[in-house]
């Protein structure tokens, strides 16, 4: 009969606290961290990038609530109520809550600073103790990325963390450099560092968490950390695009041998400097970015010529030369080159091609006008061929 007692008396002790504090709600975040894969080398020696995908997915619940006992004083509740679970407020209070006591009143209420705690003021309602009950909006919009973390953990110890990129599915990336990793005491390929994925605890009072593996992709120098990390990248985001929960249509995120436009955003979400540690993976970095194959387009003669010279260093410190000195050497060389190419061979042929040749290099080099070049090499050509058609009838 004791032991009857002491839990009946431990019962009504402990009831004053059950009622003040609310009903537990279902828990609103559908959170999923999947496993990771660990790189090293990425931008420099010895750093590390976790990437993983997540996925952050409204339930299938369509509202859910929490219930409160409040008691109101000329129509102001005596104390704000602390909320159980929260939404992402994106706009006006009421257009992601509804709070009813007997009636309707959220156009009497607001969320405080905090982000959790709602107070009604003039509500209208007699004074009295009332059942509150807060729903929450649900759907795709309810949700912030930055609602949950995902921790990169040795043992128990958090070493780094980060948000998902968005809400939805996606992608989440831990950098940390050389220092931070000879910082932290961290040893490549432990096992006993994982992932985990957890729901603010500042706004969920049951958070959601999940936890994950990692794979290490170890590597040896950048270039090979590149091929993988390439590699890798496009497999998870393929992953996505066939997670059927994620909504996303095959293709949009990688096609063919190149990650989309759509792929970069989401993989710049995760990691910044991704268009850094791989820019050859993207479609933008392409000659060609068409889904159906990537094709080089052809170029006149002069274009490539100009591209190739233009990639060189010569050339760049050639172009610091001043245009007109430039115009000057340019005519002067034509002169020479052209008065030995005669000297030489007394042919008339090739004293122009050596003539226009000059002109055509100084062109490429020192960036000078087309008027310039082109036309004193067409009237000195068209003096040639008079002066050949002379010779030729002349002579017959």
């Known amino acids: ?73 000329g129509g102001d509740f005596d104390d704000p109520v602390t909320l159980i679970n929260r939404v992402h407020v994106t706009d006006a209070f009421s257009t992601d809550v509804t709070v009813v006591a007997g009636a309707t009143i959220t156009a009497a209420c607001q969320l405080l600073q905090d982000g959790q705690t ?96 990692i ?35 095959s293709g949009t995120l990688n096609q063919a041998d190149f990650i989309t436009n759509e792929g970069l955003i989401m993989s710049l979400e995760a990691f910044g400097s991704f268009r850094v540690a791989i820019p050859e993976a993207f479609a933008s970095s392409r000659i060609n970015p068409f889904p159906t194959a990537i094709t080089t387009p052809t170029a006149s003669l002069v274009t490539a010529v100009e591209t190739q010279v233009a990639a060189t260093t010569v050339y760049q410190d050639v172009q610091a030369i001043h245009p007109i000195f430039g115009l000057l050497l340019t005519l002067i060389g034509s002169v020479v080159l052209g008065g030995v190419a005669w000297s030489m061979t007394k042919s008339s042929y090739l004293a122009v091609m050596a003539w226009y040749a000059t ?16 036309l004193p090499a067409a009237g000195l050509a068209a003096l040639g061929f008079m002066w050949l058609s002379k010779r030729i009838f002349s002579t017959a």
């Not at 599915?169 to 490549?188: E, H, N, P, Q, S």
């Not at 002109?359 to 082109?374: E, N, Q, S």
């Open 359 to 374: 002109l055509m290099t100084g062109w490429l080099l020192f960036a000078i006008p087309f008027a310039i070049v082109f």
């Open 118 to 213: 709602v107070n009604c003021t003039s509500t209208g309602l007699a004074d009295d103790t009332y059942s509150v009950t807060v729903t929450y909006r649900s759907g795709w919009s309810a949700y912030s990325a930055q609602d949950v973390f995902v921790r990169l953990l040795d043992g128990a110890t958090i070493a780094a963390e980060n948000t998902p990129g968005r809400v939805g599915c996606g992608l989440v990336g831990i950098y940390l450099t050389a220092a931070d990793v000879t910082a932290l005491g961290l040893t490549w390929a432990d096992g006993g560092i994982t992932l985990s994925g957890v729901a603010s605890p500042a706004l969920w009072a049951v958070p959601s968490s999940d936890t994950g593996t």
């Open 1 to 73: 009969m004791r032991s009857v007692y002491a839990i009946l008396a431990a019962l009504l002790l402990a009831l004053p606290v059950m009622q003040a504090r609310p009903a537990q709600a279902a828990a609103p975040l559908n959170f999923i961290l999947h496993n990771g894969e660990a790189f090293r080398h990425v931008l420099e020696l010895g750093d590390w990038l976790v990437l993983a995908r997540t996925s952050l997915i409204p339930t299938t619940q369509t509202a859910f609530a929490d219930t409160f006992s409040v008691t109101t004083t």
């Open 215 to 249: 794979t290490w992709q170890s590597t040896s120098t950048i270039a090979e950390t590149a091929t993988t990390l390439t590699t890798r990248l496009k497999t998870m985001l393929i992953q996505i695009e066939q997670d059927g929960a994620c909504g996303i249509t």
